[in-house]
């Protein structure tokens, strides 16, 4: 097990250990210092609910024309048909046989209430999506009134449900991701509704299985980053699209235990990628992905920012996600690598994708604390405090991607208008198939810089990405979600996350209990070892070594 090659006296390995103190602290401790920088004063508060107001009609107005939103909304992931669809999409496409996807389908649309969804959508398109998955349900289940339909579906041939559940899960794609090819996705990248909008194409296939996978992965990041840089007319990295990179796809085992291996081959395939997008003129972005690799791609980052290769190139980026406790001291840490190696860093502030598996993971190894928040609103609290640190750092390049427009109003009060004196340039980010509507007007009529980041891919890699989107798009506390829901008023969508925090004292949600409490009162959850913390993995080793 190797350890990291960090120097105890240097300023990244600094804000490293300080990382460390927060990783799995308890919540109130690590959000109180961050309450106090994301405090509104009173007019500043005014000023930023009125022009969220204003983002609000707006975003309602380019989410009418959508309708994956309204799809979510009826189908909600607290019931039990919304769950049995989002499984139903996260495991169709990986069955390899019709036969198979067939018993899939039963099993899934076998249990559902699809005649109480109908006609309970304002969207037709949802309305018939229903009606669809009722006679679908009849085909698959055995009831006897559906024998007659059945007969005659069986008697034409046709696998009825099974292809239209393969087209609402391409259709589904279709909305999530830009193009089955780097081509198609640029050639998309020029129609009208994307004018005055950069993109960041980032190539789906996430998490490696194997090398040939791993490597396949590389060669599609080289050719979209020589594609991307052929489309570019020589003007700044800012200015151009980019590629955004995971660095689960490009080995199979980007794991802790793995790290003496992992880490030296990840840098090195990271090089070669930030060489080419470098010579090309375009940015290069490293995704973030789940807490346990943070650490790992903070080593293999920090290498390749250093490379003398690299000088004067100011497009590698990295995303550091909100809903971390060590957002940050992240923050930290970038902005003293990128001011050590000269240059300034595009940082992309997310909130987060991975939650609902982080929590899952820590409470299956009954860890001692949660890496990340519990409450949606301390995950807010923690992306103003870094939103403000940004904005205040001298080597950092913000991007700060969401769909929220409370969020992106509190960014436009404090960032000031684009070219306004002592404004700060930055970026909003969206995802393709997200937030339409909300960077339109400020993009083409205001001056502001707005990426889309735009997944590109065929089916076969789609699934991971797929639902995470569901995921988000689904979730009760989602702001998109919300905004759908006519029982929530705009006070309450723009409500302030820190009165909100502080109201609750920053404590832990109270539905999730820490993991060790899991099974109370009946009894303690057995507490696991974290073998994902390399400090924990290196005692481990140790003590079984010397016993
Ligand atoms: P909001 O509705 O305001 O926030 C939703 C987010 O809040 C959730 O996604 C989650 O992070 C957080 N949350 C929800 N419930 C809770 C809870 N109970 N406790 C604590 N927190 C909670 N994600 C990555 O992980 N890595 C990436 O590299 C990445 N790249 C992205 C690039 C772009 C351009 C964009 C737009 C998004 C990217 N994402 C990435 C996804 C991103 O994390 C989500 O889109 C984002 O969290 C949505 O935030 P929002 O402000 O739009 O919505």
């Known amino acids: 097990m190797a350890s990291t090659k960090h120097d105890p006296d240097s300023a990244t390995s600094s804000a490293w250990v300080h990382m460390e103190e927060v990783h799995r602290a308890p919540e109130p401790e690590v959000l109180a210092p961050l309450i106090e920088r994301a405090r509104l004063g009173r007019e500043e508060r005014d000023r930023i609910e009125a022009r969220a107001l204003g983002l609000l009609a707006e975003l309602r107005e380019g989410q009418r024309i959508g309708w994956v939103n309204q799809f979510l909304q009826e189908y909600r992931l607290n019931s039990s048909e919304g769950v049995a669809l989002l499984s139903l999409a996260e495991a169709f496409l990986r069955v390899p046989d019709p036969e198979t996807a067939d018993m899939l389908i039963s099993d899934k649309l076998g249990d559902g209430d699809w005649r109480s969804h109908a006609g309970k959508s304002h969207s037709g398109f949802v309305n018939s999506a229903t009606w669809g998955l009722v006679i679908g349900r009849a085909l698959v289940g055995d009831r006897k009134q559906a024998n007659a339909l059945k007969r005659l579906i069986s008697r034409s041939g046709e696998p009825f449900v099974r292809q239209a559940i393969g087209a609402a899960m391409r259709l589904m794609g279709e909305i999530f991701v830009m193009g089955r090819t780097i081509d198609e996705a640029l050639k998309r990248m020029k129609r009208p509704e994307h004018k005055g909008f950069t993109a960041s194409f980032d190539m789906l296939g996430e998490a490696a299985r194997t090398f040939p996978d791993a490597t396949r992965y590389f060669d599609s990041y080289m050719w979209a980053i020589e594609a991307v840089g052929a489309e570019c007319d020589g003007g700044s990295t800012e200015d151009n699209h980019s590629v955004s990179v995971k660095l689960s796809a490009l080995h199979p085992r980007y794991e802790v235990s ?3 291996r992992c880490v030296p081959a990840l840098t090195e395939r990271l090089e070669a990628l930030a060489e080419a997008a470098a010579k090309a003129g375009i940015g290069l972005t ?49 902005e003293a690598l990128a001011s050590r190696a000269g240059r300034l860093m595009p940082v992309r502030l997310v ?28 995950t807010d609290v923690c992306y103003l405090t870094c939103a403000r640190d940004m904005l205040a750092a001298d080597s950092i390049r913000p991007a700060f991607a969401t769909h929220n427009a409370l969020t992106a109003a509190t960014i436009m009060e404090w960032a000031g208008p684009p070219g306004g004196e002592g404004s700060k340039d930055f970026e909003f980010q969206r ?88 099974f109370m009162p009946q009894r303690k959850n057995s507490r696991g070892l974290d073998l994902e913390d390399w400090r924990v993995l290196g005692r481990v080793t140790e003590g079984t070594a010397a016993s």
């Open 258 to 260: 793995q790290w003496g």
């Open 431 to 518: 995802l393709h198939g997200m937030g339409e509507g909300l960077f339109e007007d400020l993009v083409r009529e205001q001056g502001y810089r707005c990426r889309i980041y735009a997944p590109v891919g065929g089916h076969r890699d789609l699934l991971a990405y797929l639902v995470r989107r569901l995921l988000e798009n689904g979730a009760n506390s989602s702001f998109v979600h919300q905004l759908a829901d006519e029982h929530l008023s705009d006070d309450q969508l723009l409500a302030d996350p820190v009165e909100k925090i502080e109201a609750v004292g920053g404590t832990r949600h109270p539905s999730i209990p820490l993991p060790e409490d899991l």
């Open 351 to 378: 909130k987060g994708a991975y939650w609902d598996t982080e929590i899952k993971m820590a409470q299956e190894k009954g860890l001692r604390d949660y890496p990340l928040f519990t409450r949606k609103a301390a």
């Open 286 to 334: 490293v995704d973030a992905e789940e807490s346990e690799r943070l650490e790992m791609s903070l080593d293999i980052i920090e290498q390749v920012a250093e490379l003398p290769s690299l000088k004067g190139w100011n497009g590698f980026g990295m995303a550091i996600q909100a809903y971390g406790k060590r957002a940050q001291r992240t923050i930290g840490w970038a």
